[in-house]
């Protein structure tokens, strides 16, 4: 039974964002035909107030969490990759196919990920890109990320079918995930 995961940004004794936690926790579950209900609002206590990810790894039989003391690491290049094959579409535990891809990445700081000719995500963040007038998200990523729902249900996201060669050419770039929130790239550089 694969075990899956909850990334959730915990800053000042507050836990950020659970109703799209919980959501895409609910679809999970829903998607694997498992028959749990954990409440993530009952369950997340943070420990203080310093900045943690914490991690709520699950599965049909139990849940643990952990609170790990969080420092965002700097991205300002991405090697692209293609991989037909990866399936990510939920949030699994084990990370082991893109902890793989991600020593492919040479000099680059993390990986683009590149699905059937169009990107999908980074190894840690779905990813944005800047036409001059909207900001543009993958329409297929490998993981409907919570921050890239959030953005989407506010309209600053529309979706877009975005190839390699179409990504090298936009202006700047912006990663989001549940600990960064959404971080614009500006002088971002795609291998």
């Known amino acids: 039974m694969p075990k899956l995961v909850e990334t959730i940004k915990v800053d000042d004794e ?22 749990c209900k954990y409440d993530l609002f009952k369950l997340i206590s943070p420990p203080d107030k310093s900045l943690y990810r914490c991690r709520f790894v699950y599965d049909e039989k139990g849940f643990e969490i952990e609170y790990i003391p969080y420092k965002m690491k700097k991205i300002q290049t991405l090697q692209s990759i293609e991989v037909d094959d990866l399936d990510y579409a939920l949030k699994y535990a084990d990370r082991s196919a893109l902890e793989e891809l991600s020593l492919e990445k040479k000099d680059a700081d993390d990986v683009l990920i590149i699905k059937d000719g169009f990107v999908t995500d980074t190894s840690i963040a779905n990813i944005a890109f800047f036409d001059g007038e909207n900001w543009l998200t993958p329409r297929h990523p490998l993981l409907e990320g919570t921050s890239r729902a ?23 770039f912006a990663l989001m995930n549940a600990m960064i929130g959404f971080v614009e790239i500006q002088d971002g550089i795609i291998l």
Request: contains cysteine; aromatic residues 14%; proline residues 0%.
């Open 150 to 172: 959030r953005y989407l249900s506010k309209h600053k996201l529309k979706l877009a079918d975005i190839s390699l060669q179409n990504a090298k050419k936009y202006e700047k």
């Open 14 to 35: 507050q836990a950020y964002f659970l109703k799209f936690h919980q959501a895409r926790l609910e679809r999970s579950c829903s998607a694997l035909d498992w028959n």
